[in-house]
């Protein structure tokens, strides 16, 4: 707890980006949506939802909004995960005395923010759809596309993380923006939890959680593994 | 008898370059001892070794009996500065060393802002890092070594950027931190600090280590003068 307030800290000159940030791009989302369409009123909040996150057969340009959220997390991530002053994160390895101590604290910041944007995504998506006359009706969709919109993120995120400690952080942007595109491109994807998520939601999504969570943990030992081996300097 | 900082046959070799070479060496507890060399001979890398951040391609170094990347990762108490200080450029001098101080919590604010004090730093400037000049930035950094009270302090060449009267101060807190008890390593292209602090002399030279003749091998080893040094002659 202590090690991830302590993280907190570190981005406190930066909370306002994030910030800003989290509440901008759910705005910018529906703005394109209100624009794309004129009414609302017969609607409901779990129809927006599926205007944003459903198949592309219902609205065909939804892929851009999902682009634009995933956009967002890249950008979130830069913020999280900056690279640090290199002889500033040697003084703070040196009093961790661990390595994977202070990548487990890294990794935790970055999944607390994730819950944050997605937290923030959802949420001004729910309020903003209310200023259309659209009617607010609670559905269990909002609290699944919470946890896979969570799930899924942090995977790219760490996916992210261990091309740019196995190679460059240009090839680590690179390929998370391709394994992005390529999601929203899949007009019939497998993976319940991808893009489209809305249309692939079912009561039995355990093994689809189960999977991702244990990619998470993969791709959280890989990258471990590997900055251990690393010189630091 | 155990010591303060022991390596045995220590090799390190980066893409095939030797870059330190069957080292072999012990220190004394409590005693302050110099590494001199040319800019490259593999001081910084010997340092780095020690603080455990590099690993060594075969050999073994020990600290205070323990030894690195087998029974402990990094030296239980260790105060680092690298040749170049690095901070988070947007807070100012003492939350730096209030986050880094956190990590451990081993003390508060008040030994803090001693410690800065001590390097004639001002604890209340509420200036930015980035604002700084290169000798506040290493007064800084010093103060980031010492003000946890580490048994073993690596300082790799502590007074670059300071004027004549802060290199004066600073002699003085390295001869108090010996006089607490704590081992200290240094390197210096300046003869006068060796010759003022140095308990004992060795001369790194193309990746070997050897034991120095006082004030002759001080003298063997003195790179050409450069303007920026002569004020310090």
Redesign the interface.
């Known amino acids: 707890m202590?090690?991830f307030l302590?993280g907190i800290?570190?981005l406190r000159?930066d909370l306002i980006k994030l910030i800003l940030l989290s509440l901008g791009i759910p705005a910018l989302n529906l703005l394109l949506l209100s624009g794309s369409r004129t009414e609302f009123s017969e609607t409901t909040t779990s129809h927006v939802l599926s205007l944003l996150f459903g198949s592309v057969h219902n609205n065909p340009l939804n892929w851009i909004y999902w682009m634009i959220l995933c956009f967002g997390y890249l950008l979130l991530l830069q913020i999280v995960w900056k690279p640090?002053?290199?002889?500033?994160e040697?003084?703070?390895?040196?009093?961790?005395?661990?390595?994977s101590l202070y990548w487990r604290a890294k990794f935790i910041l970055g999944f607390v923010l994730t819950v944050f944007y997605v937290l923030c995504f959802l949420a001004v998506t729910f309020a903003g759809s209310l200023l259309w006359d659209v009617h607010a009706v609670w559905d269990v969709k909002w609290l699944a596309v919470l946890v896979c919109l969570i799930l899924n993120l942090y995977l790219h995120a760490l996916t992210w993380l261990a091309i740019k400690v196995y190679s460059l952080v240009e090839a680590a942007l690179v390929l998370a923006g391709l394994m992005f595109y390529a999601g929203v491109r899949l007009t019939e994807p497998y993976i319940p939890l991808y893009y489209a998520m809305i249309d692939h939601l079912h009561p039995n999504l355990w093994p689809a959680f189960a999977v991702e969570l244990l990619l998470i943990l993969v791709a959280m030992a890989l990258i471990i593994w590997r900055v251990r081996l690393k010189?630091?300097? | 008898m155990t010591f303060a900082v022991q390596l045995n046959n220590v090799r390190k070799t980066i893409k095939g370059r030797e870059i330190l070479n069957d080292v072999t060496f012990t220190i004394n507890k409590g005693s302050i001892v110099g590494f001199v060399g040319h800019n490259g001979s593999g001081k910084s890398m010997l340092f780095r070794i020690i603080a455990g951040l590099v690993k060594p391609t075969s050999g073994e170094v020990s600290l205070f009996g323990e030894t690195l990347h087998c029974t402990i990762s990094f030296p239980r108490s260790a105060g680092v500065i690298l040749e170049k200080p690095g901070f988070l450029e947007q807070y100012s001098g003492f939350d730096n060393l209030k986050f880094l101080a956190d990590i451990q919590g081993k003390i508060g604010a008040d030994q803090i802002k001693t410690s800065m004090r001590q390097l004639g730093l001002d604890p209340e400037d509420r200036r930015k890092v980035k604002t700084y000049s290169l000798g506040m930035k290493q007064k800084l950094a010093i103060a980031q070594a010492i003000m946890e009270k580490p048994d073993l302090i690596l300082l790799d060449e502590p007074m670059n950027g300071l004027d004549e009267d802060s290199v004066h101060n600073v002699y003085q807190l390295i001869r108090q931190e010996k006089a607490r008890g704590a081992t200290i390593l240094l390197t210096s292209h300046h003869k006068a600090d060796i010759e003022a602090l140095c308990d004992e002399v060795y001369k790194v030279s193309a990746g070997t280590v050897s034991k120095a003749e006082y004030s002759a091998s001080v003298h063997a080893i003195q790179p050409p003068l450069q303007p920026s040094l002569v004020n310090r002659r």
């Not at chain 1, 040697?90 to 390595?99: E, G, K, M, S, T």
């Open positions: 202590k090690l302590l800290r570190s000159e640090n002053v290199q002889t500033f040697v003084y703070q390895i040196l009093r961790y005395r661990n390595v010189d630091l300097v």
